[in-house]
């Protein structure tokens, strides 16, 4: 039951950090198995889940964005994009930036960071662990043209499910 609770906590602080968000009608979601196919033509991407999605957004003067999310068990699995309205410069600099806040949000410590090569852009990855909560952070951020996303798997530390989680992120293909 703790796992549980400290797991819902996780969730609220990865929300928060993703800012808030409502439900949006121009996404959908389609059962392809025990796993969902979840495909986004505002975000020009589809990624597959290991359980049926929540979706919501928020909009602001400057960007419009849009998030996923299912639990199973003890991880959470979450895909956010943000559509900017202005041009964005240096994609490789500002996901390193997106990874550096989004650690600092969580007061997490970042074990490991690489470059994240897809589809000749590049953007950063990295295992964060979260030592206070007992959990462990595999996230990865891209900037392709105006569009940010931020793929996310979050586990208690001994529940993390390497093979689930390779299969989301592999899953992850933009379109034009």
Do not use: C
Not at 1 to 10: A, P, R, Y
Not at 38 to 43: C, H, I, N, Q, Y
Not at 69 to 85: D, I, K, L, Q, R
Not at 115 to 124: D, F, L, Q
Request: aromatic letters at 12%; glycine letters at 8%.
């Amino acid at each position: 039951m703790k796992k549980i609770s400290i797991l819902f906590t996780l969730v609220l602080l990865i929300s928060a950090a993703l800012t808030g968000f409502t439900t949006i009608e121009n996404v959908t979601s389609e059962e392809g198995g025990k796993w969902y196919n979840f495909t986004s033509s505002t975000g020009k991407f589809s990624i597959q889940f290991p359980a049926k999605p929540e979706i919501s957004d928020t909009k602001t003067d400057e960007a419009h964005t849009y998030k996923a999310n299912a639990t199973v068990g003890e991880s959470s699995y979450f895909v956010g994009f943000t559509v900017h309205t202005t041009p964005m410069v240096n994609p490789d600099d500002l996901a390193q930036v997106s990874l550096d806040a989004f650690n600092e949000t969580l007061g997490g410590t970042i074990e490991s960071s690489s470059e994240w090569k897809y589809k000749g852009e590049t953007g950063r990855q990295a295992m964060i662990k979260m030592e206070a909560q007992g959990a462990q952070v595999d996230y990865k951020v891209i900037i392709i043209g105006q569009i940010q996303y931020q793929l996310i798997v979050i586990s208690t530390s001994g529940d993390y499910d390497a093979k689930s989680a390779k299969k989301f992120f592999k899953s992850f293909k933009t379109t034009k």
